[in-house]
């Protein structure tokens, strides 16, 4: 299957400060890829849809402001969490799929992120 | 939105006891994927499967788009498939919603 990869897989930040977590598609080309977040013991919600050269597209009560999507390339997105608070300490992962095959999705390892 | 409800949420079984996941959604799906997520968070990819049935290895699932529902069939089980089994649909917009997920211990 296509690979994506995901990095850090942990991090730990101070209230105030930003994180920057990188999702690659290392054997295909992905137009678009998404982002996940999940609490302990949830299922995965959907946050925001990162579009190849363009806006990201978050979902409902998603800040904008506060998760900021840059999808340059067809291979990378980036999640940046601005002003990261404990509250946002959780389990990002991304997913991609081969732009080429439209078939089934593939995820990262997921960065688990805390704000201390 | 679509709702995408797995039963049963826990489960323990023993070591090569035989078990059925379920996933029932609430409309018409473009898709649908197993996912096993193991205890680091990995989300390992089982089958992709908008209808009809697939096997593999020890697991196999069954989609069947018109009564909206996926069955996913584990034989055989072994402690490594401890883990959260979560069902993914696909509405139209390549997103996925994620079922509630089942949460599965096997036990030696």
């Known amino acids: 299957g296509a690979v994506v990869s995901q990095h850090p897989s942990r991090v730990i930040c101070k209230s105030g400060t930003s994180v920057k977590i990188e999702c690659r598609s290392l054997?295909?080309?992905?137009?678009?890829m998404f982002w996940y977040r999940q609490f302990p013991k949830q299922s995965l919600m959907l946050m925001a849809t990162?579009?190849?050269?363009?806006?990201?597209?978050?979902e409902q009560g998603v800040e904008k402001d506060k998760f900021l999507i840059n999808h340059a390339s067809l291979t990378l997105s980036t999640l940046t969490v601005t002003s990261a608070h404990p509250e946002d300490s959780s389990f990002y992962i991304c997913?991609?799929?081969?732009?080429?095959?439209?078939?089934?999705?593939?995820f990262g390892q997921g960065t688990r992120l805390t704000v201390v | 939105g679509i709702q995408v409800e797995q039963s049963p949420p826990d489960l323990i079984l023993q070591e090569g006891a035989n078990s059925t996941l379920r996933c029932n959604f609430s409309?018409?799906?473009?898709?649908l994927q197993w996912f096993h997520q193991n205890p680091w968070g990995q989300l390992i990819n089982l089958f992709y499967?908008?209808?009809g049935t697939k096997q593999n290895g020890r697991l196999s699932a069954t989609t069947v788009a018109t009564e909206r529902y996926s069955l996913l069939y584990i034989s055989s089980s072994q402690t490594t498939d401890s883990g959260v089994y979560f069902c993914?649909?696909?509405?139209?917009?390549?997103?996925?919603?994620f079922g509630t997920g089942t949460r599965l211990l096997v036990s030696p």
């Open positions: 054997d295909f080309q992905a137009t678009t």
């Open positions: 990162s579009n190849e050269g363009s806006k990201a597209t978050y």
């Open positions: 993914a649909v696909d509405t139209g917009f390549q997103k996925l919603v």
């Open positions: 499967i908008p209808s």
């Open positions: 409309d018409s799906v473009n898709n």
């Open positions: 997913s991609a799929r081969d732009a080429a095959q439209n078939t089934e999705a593939f």
